[in-house]
């Protein structure tokens, strides 16, 4: 029996990540149940799966179990005797408890690619101990199995391309349109991240971190079908994939199973009712956050890091109504042009970072009345 610690496990990773434990009730334990605040959803998770600790970021108490919560509680939960973590956290809330399981040399299984990448110039030596769940960086996980490291000529990260990849015009999209995303359901923030494509200029950088693998070497393709989900090409020039259905449950699964393989229920690959596949080289005019993305990435430093914050709160601006689609890259782009720091070389550099990027925003953005002034 494997226990498990689900953190974020009232988001769309938690939930299918409980999803898998339902499938699999005589192999996983879930431990710890972790949210921002208690919510109905986490009381009906605690009733279900009886977790022995619940971590909140708000402090709570709750009947019949122990509750850690804020900053020390994350330290505590950290040296808990747990099998592995998943981190299903969103943004970069999850860059703390990241750092501290890595820390603590616990198991990760993680989603939260914020934490790779604002981390990853500190805690480089770590990640490849790391499970991957993002799907792509799953798929790339498993088909790098198929070869030598050194062997390695190119890694592709596929991208649905979200609603708008083929729009010419998205000046005036809505907030609805960006969150109506055609092939998975996922939180808010990562959904407006797939519309805009930094989605896939993150995971270029989380690829980078995560295998090691020069940016000279990475490549993304938009694949509307959503079915490849990463290829990696090999000296030979055998490419080698990982094809299924788009269901987050099977890269959720695999990380817990690994090297195992578990039954999902997920919906099975069906060749004749898929048709075609497509490829299409993504538009970095239209979408300006990937071309900014992977030259943060090549610059390295603490671009990487200003990059996905500046990022969270423009993508927050827009969700709350205060700006538009095509404005969240043009105010990345403007606080990047401000930042300048030195390269961090800790965890206390990283958070250095981080709030100097929040209040160079601040200071750049302030609002009145819904708008920015
Ligand atoms: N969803 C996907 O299919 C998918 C695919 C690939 C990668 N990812 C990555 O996975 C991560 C999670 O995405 P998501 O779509 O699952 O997000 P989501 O649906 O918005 O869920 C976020 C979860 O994080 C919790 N949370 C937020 N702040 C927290 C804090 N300070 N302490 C503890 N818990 C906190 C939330 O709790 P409350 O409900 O209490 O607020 C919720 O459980 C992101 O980094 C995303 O890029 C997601």
Redesign the pocket.
């Known amino acids: 029996m494997k226990s498990l610690a689900v953190?974020?496990?009232?988001?769309?990773?938690?939930?299918?990540t409980l999803d898998i434990v339902r499938e699999n009730p005589e192999k996983l334990k879930v431990k710890l149940l972790?949210?921002?605040?208690?919510?109905q959803?986490?009381i009906d998770q605690i009733k279900e799966f009886k977790p022995e600790y619940v971590?909140?970021?708000q402090k709570e108490e709750i009947e019949g179990v122990k509750v850690f919560s804020g900053e020390n509680g994350l330290q505590e939960i950290a040296s808990l005797d747990i099998d592995l973590f998943i981190?299903?956290?969103?943004?970069i809330?999850?860059i703390k408890?990241t750092y501290l399981l890595l820390k603590n040399n616990r198991k990760l299984a993680?989603?939260?690619?914020?934490?790779i990448i604002c981390l990853g110039e500190v805690l480089k030596e770590k990640y490849s101990e790391i499970f991957p769940?993002?799907?792509e960086h799953s798929a790339i996980f498993q088909s790098l199995q198929a070869g030598k490291k050194e062997d390695v000529k190119r890694v592709i990260l596929t991208a649905s391309g979200g609603p708008f990849w083929n729009k010419k015009n998205l000046e005036n999209v809505s907030i609805n349109d960006a969150l109506n995303h055609p092939k998975?359901?996922?939180?808010?923030?990562?959904?407006v991240?797939s519309a805009t494509l930094m989605?896939k200029g993150?995971e270029i950088i989380e690829a980078h971190y995560l295998f090691d693998i020069p940016y000279s070497k990475i490549d993304a393709v938009i694949h509307p079908q959503s079915v490849i989900h990463g290829l990696v090409e090999f000296k030979d020039g055998s490419v080698i994939s990982q094809l299924s259905c788009p269901d987050?449950r099977i890269?959720i699964s695999y990380a817990i199973s690994y090297p195992e393989r578990w039954e999902t229920g997920v919906k099975r690959l069906n060749l004749f009712e898929m048709g075609k596949l497509e490829f299409f080289k993504p538009d970095e005019k239209r979408f300006p956050l990937l071309r900014l993305a992977k030259e943060c990435g090549e610059k390295g430093s603490f671009y990487p890091t200003v990059l996905t914050v500046a990022d969270e709160l423009a993508v927050e601006m827009f969700l709350m109504g205060y700006i538009k689609f095509t404005e969240i890259s043009q105010i990345v782009e403007r606080i990047l042009e401000k930042a300048d720091f030195k390269k961090p070389e800790n965890y206390e550099d990283v958070i250095f970072i981080i709030e100097e990027t929040k209040r160079i925003f601040k200071n750049l953005y302030k609002t009145v009345g819904g708008k920015i002034a």
């Open positions: 953190l974020g496990s009232t988001g769309s990773i938690g939930t299918q972790a949210a921002s605040k208690l919510s959803k986490l971590y909140l970021a981190n299903g956290i969103s943004g809330a999850g408890p993680t989603a939260n690619k914020e934490a769940i993002d799907s998975w359901k996922m939180g808010r923030k990562i959904t991240d989605n993150l987050m890269p």
